[in-house]
């Protein structure tokens, strides 16, 4: 049969196929180039795969019908064809759940001196199926093609992005959490795990104590109203340490902070730093309404000397800050949207203060004073402390130069509803402040 198929070769090629040459590519990653463009001119994958047949080793034979596709008929480069990716768990729902993550991560077999990573939780750049995004991996350039992963693991060839991690027992808690949300129809209301796993997954017979850890997380963005990404990404790593996981739904008496500090924190993660065209009136009489409460905020708690912007939740009898993770995903979020500086400090201390109210801390009556600065980010204005005035774009508001005292006594200078604000802005001139 090969001597018919060699004479076909022959007549189109020009040339007869040289005998010294049969089972010479011992590599196919080293396949000469003037071998694959020969096999390129031919008409047929037929004729081409019996050309590479009689050029390559025995031992490679298996691997050429997938070589044929994806470098001969294909544009793989045949020096990178099938080496290197990226290594995966492979492991059904109900094997997540039942197992620990020491015996997940087991055959990954990492190695001193190498990354953790994992894929990147973002299904529109990930470049994989759902239930690989956010999944913890290893990277193994040394691979090649006649690597063959075991059951228990997925190889991911290709482009495919990627972050660093820093304590992988989170991060494939993180994927447990996300794969389960893959099988909990929205909208998803919190219930006992156990029930909950048992009504969804019919073979997990028990939760190991990472699931448990990973579906309580997932639980807690559920009850934050977390939506933007991938489920079980959407909250900070807190969540998904474990015993320190309930924390936000657990504090001690005088209220629970969760569903407060994670509303603040989504508020915060909203807002859009892009600043306005131009200033608004309810831009400028929030910045008045702010000098105002924090005038009475430094009056009543002995902060005179730092106002207008200052710590005050820190101050208050009873505060707890917020879980530090929390804290943490903030100030990357900000930083990453070039927000710094006063700007920073308020969205910090802004949902310090709420963190203490939920908690329970004696705020003698006094109303958030950061709230009115953020309603003013939420509404496209930014701010910059200057000489004394509180610049919101080309205005100019009267702080410093004025002193605190000129402020603890007004009455509110504004209603902090969008209707009354908005009322402000049309028609409205701005200049500067008086």
Not at 407 to 419: C, I, N, Q, T
Request: aromatic letters at 8%; a negative charge.
């Amino acid at each position: 049969m090969f001597d018919d198929l060699s004479q076909q070769i022959r007549r189109h090629l020009g040339a007869a196929i040289d005998p010294d040459a049969q089972g010479s590519v011992r590599d196919l990653n080293g396949m000469p180039p003037a071998l694959l463009e020969q096999a390129r001119r031919l008409p047929s994958s037929v004729l081409q795969l019996a050309f590479l047949r009689f050029h390559v080793s025995a031992d490679n034979w298996q691997y050429l019908p997938v070589f044929l596709d994806a470098v001969v008929r294909g544009d793989a480069p045949a020096g990178t064809w099938a080496r290197g990716g990226l290594l995966v768990p492979s492991r059904s729902l109900a094997e997540l759940l039942r197992e620990p993550v020491e015996r997940l991560l087991s055959p990954l077999d990492h190695r001193p001196d190498e990354l953790w990573l994992r894929v990147r939780p973002d299904v529109a750049t990930s470049g994989v199926a759902d239930d690989l995004t956010g999944a913890p991996a290893v990277d193994r350039p040394e691979l090649d093609y006649r690597w063959t992963p075991p059951g228990n693991l997925n190889r991911i060839l290709g482009p495919v992005s990627t972050d660093h991690v820093v304590d992988p027992s989170v991060a494939t808690r993180r994927w447990i959490a996300s794969r389960f949300a893959l099988v909990w129809p929205a909208p998803r209301v919190p219930e006992p795990l156990d029930s909950l796993v048992s009504r969804l997954v019919a073979d997990a017979t028990e939760l190991s104590d990472d699931a448990r850890a990973a579906l309580t997380g997932l639980q807690i963005e559920e009850q934050a109203g977390l939506r933007e990404g991938v489920p079980g990404f959407r909250g900070p790593d807190e969540w998904y340490r474990g015993a320190a996981a309930q924390a936000p739904l657990h504090w001690e008496a005088g209220g629970d902070p969760g569903d407060a500090v994670c509303g603040a924190y989504e508020r915060l993660r909203r807002i859009d730093w892009r600043s306005g065209e131009r200033p608004l009136p309810s831009q400028v009489a929030l910045v008045r309404e702010f000098l105002r409460r924090s005038a009475q905020s430094a009056t009543s708690l002995g902060r005179t000397a730092e106002w207008p912007f200052a710590n005050y939740a820190s101050a208050l009898p009873g505060a707890r800050p917020p879980p530090a993770a929390i804290l943490d995903e903030l100030h990357r979020h900000l930083a990453a949207r070039r927000v710094a500086g006063t700007e920073l400090q308020v969205c910090d201390w802004f949902l310090r203060w709420v963190a203490a109210e939920a908690a329970g801390a004696d705020t003698r009556g006094l109303s958030n004073p950061l709230e009115p600065l953020v309603m003013l980010f939420e509404r496209g204005g930014r701010i910059l402390p200057e000489k004394g005035f509180i610049y919101v774009g080309h205005v100019g508001v009267p702080a410093a130069v004025r002193g605190w005292q000129a402020f603890a006594g007004l009455p509110p200078v504004v209603s902090l509803d969008d209707a009354s604000l908005d009322e402000l802005d049309p028609g409205n001139t701005l200049g500067r402040a008086d």
